[in-house]
Nanobody, 125 residues
Framework: QVELTESGGGSAQAGGSLTLSCVAS????????MGWWRQVPGQKREGVAA???????AYGEFVKGRFTISKDNAQKTVHLEMNSLKPEDTGMYTC???????????????????WGPGTQVTVSA
């Protein structure tokens, strides 16, 4: 059973930055994709960013170069650096892991092997 532990959520002002981190307790296979989805109030849940163990990354269209996802395979950790934050980025950000997928498909489809509990991001104007 994989457990995902998130950290780094919190509050920021518009234009500011936050970095989210997610650690997996164990990974079943050598290849996997980890990343983030978010639930913004009043909107459908959407994929934010994902990266695989080979370093291939994918981003939601709304990211537009503002976010960068990175990984540390040895530590089973991914980081999401979020810059130029906007109030509309406010929401619950949840880490997930999935096998037998690609970063692009990780962002398209909601089914995941495991989800973390989520971390709140609040951006004020």
């Amino acid at each position: 059973q994989v457990e995902l532990t998130e950290s780094g959520g919190g509050s920021a002002q518009a234009g500011g930055s936050l970095t989210l981190s997610c650690v997996a307790s164990v990974t079943v296979y050598d290849y996997y994709v980890m990343g983030w989805w978010r639930q913004v109030p009043g909107q459908k849940r959407e994929g934010v960013a994902a990266i695989d163990t080979e370093g291939v990354a994918a981003y939601g269209e709304f990211v537009k170069g503002r976010f960068t996802i990175s990984k540390d395979n040895a530590q089973k950790t991914v980081h999401l650096e979020m810059n130029s934050l906007k109030p509309e980025d406010t929401g619950m950000y949840t880490c997930a892991i999935e096998y037998f997928t690609s970063p692009a498909n990780f962002l398209r489809y909601g089914g995941k092997t495991e989800w973390g509990p989520g971390t709140q991001v609040t951006v004020s104007a």
